[in-house]
């Protein structure tokens, strides 16, 4: 499958809001599961957010809870990140990846731990500076 290909970083000041894209053409299933990862300098790729393609369930790393929105345009086939109240701590390179959806009766299809090992289709990243 085709690398994801994301966009919309920049470097902004702590408090200010950055929004990511990252087309999803090609894996609109309610099957697959899409996401958001991380890798700030020195650290180990992190998975912030995630969202079933087409669905409603999410999940989001503590870090992020509260300031970050994972969301999808299914007409343009675009995920996003709203980035809200930004810290220099999320200074990183932020990519999107995807994985086959799990399910259970009850949710219904849900995202897989947001464990990098998991997921496939790496794009370039995109990055995001965030000064004090």
């Known amino acids: 499958q085709a690398p994801l290909m994301e966009s919309g970083g920049g470097s902004v000041q702590a408090g200010g809001s950055l929004r990511l894209s990252c087309p999803t053409s090609?894996?609109?299933?309610?099957?697959?599961?899409m996401a958001w990862f991380r890798q700030g300098p020195g650290k180990e790729r992190e998975g912030i957010a995630g969202?079933?393609?087409?669905?409603?369930?999410?999940a989001y790393a503590d870090s992020v809870k509260g300031r970050f929105t994972i969301s999808q345009d299914s007409s343009k086939k675009i995920m996003y990140l709203q980035m809200n109240s930004l810290k220099p701590e999320d200074t990183a390179m932020y990519y999107c990846?995807?994985?086959?959806?799990?399910?259970?009766?009850?949710?219904?299809?849900?995202?897989?731990?947001?464990?990098?090992?998991?997921?496939?289709?790496w794009g370039q990243g995109t990055q995001v500076i965030v000064s004090s």
């Open positions: 990846a995807t994985a086959p959806a799990s399910y259970e009766y009850t949710p219904g299809w849900y995202c897989p731990a947001l464990n990098p090992q998991l997921f496939g289709s």
């Open positions: 090609g894996y609109n299933t309610v099957t697959q599961c």
């Open positions: 969202i079933v393609v087409g669905g409603h369930n999410t």
